[in-house]
């Protein structure tokens, strides 16, 4: 059995796909997804060789050599392009996430369907997506065992596409006055702010906590720069305030 957070993660596999999944580790989420018959091929690729090891192990004694290679690489570097039609990214850092991606760039043709599940940083994620022309559909939060998780699901774009997106992020005035600027909406979630969901608060009510630590930690300090940062986190906490 999955956990909740890869369960989510596979549930957004669309049937009949040719999965890459980039940092499998143990390869849990193509092993299930092959046994549910959801995917035809998959990918499952790791940097490191302790996680590249279990990986290959778990593929072998489910008997899936056959629809799952287990590759050693760097990001994206393991697959060829037009291999495959779906990537999952999850468990990494959103600029780790963006990086892969941005170093990868070549293999995405033939990509239609990007799913990734940032532990940090989901800003980074929406910005490099934004920037490359990719659609962001959807958003998911979850929580499990104490920890928040966010899931991102994009498309590949069409022409039309940009403008829509665009929206999407555009600057704009909630009923109360209050303004949500692009930068907000890159950190929170265009979805996420509209759906609102009960997690999702929870989490900017402890994301605020750590800024206004950081805030108290710089204000110790004179020195223009962490002044100047203190101003900035300041700003940044009187947003989200407003936003949530
Ligand atoms: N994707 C699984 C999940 O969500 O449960 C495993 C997440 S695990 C915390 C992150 C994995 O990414 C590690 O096994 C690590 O070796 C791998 N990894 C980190 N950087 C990578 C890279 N540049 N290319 C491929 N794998 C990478």
Redesign the pocket.
């Known amino acids: 059995k999955l ?1 909740k ?2 369960q989510m ?1 596979a549930d957004r596999v669309p049937l009949g796909s040719k999965l890459a ?6 390869a ?2 193509p092993t299930y997804l092959a046994q549910q018959g959801v995917i035809v091929f998959a990918v499952a ?4 060789p ?3 090891e ?1 990986a290959t192990r778990q593929v072998l004694e489910c008997g899936l050599s056959k629809k799952i290679s287990v590759r050693s ?6 697959i060829e392009p037009g291999e495959v039609n779906v990537i ?5 850092g959103g600029s ?1 996430m963006a ?2 991606l941005e170093a990868g760039k070549r293999k995405l043709e033939g990509v239609t369907h990007l799913i990734l ?1 940032p ?1 940090v940083g989901e800003d980074q994620v929406r910005r490099w997506l934004l920037a490359e022309g990719w659609k962001l559909d959807a958003e998911a939060i979850l929580e499990e065992d104490g920890k928040i998780y966010e899931i991102l699901t994009a498309t590949a774009g069409h022409a039309g596409d940009k403008s829509s997106q665009e929206a999407l992020y555009a600057e704009h005035m909630l009923p109360g006055g209050v303004t949500v600027t692009r930068e907000r909406l890159l950190q929170m979630g265009p979805y996420l702010m509209k759906e609102a969901p009960e997690v999702w608060f929870t989490k900017w009510e402890s994301e605020l906590k750590k800024l206004a630590m950081i805030e108290g930690q710089l204000k110790l300090s004179s020195a223009d720069a962490s002044v100047a940062k203190a101003e900035q986190i300041a700003q940044e906490i009187k947003e989200i305030e407003e936003v949530i």
């Open positions: 956990s957070r890869l993660i999944d980039i940092g499998s580790d143990h849990l989420l690729g790791e940097v490191n302790g996680p590249f279990a690489g760097d990001g994206l570097a393991v999952t990214i999850a468990g990494m780790l990086s892969i599940q532990n």
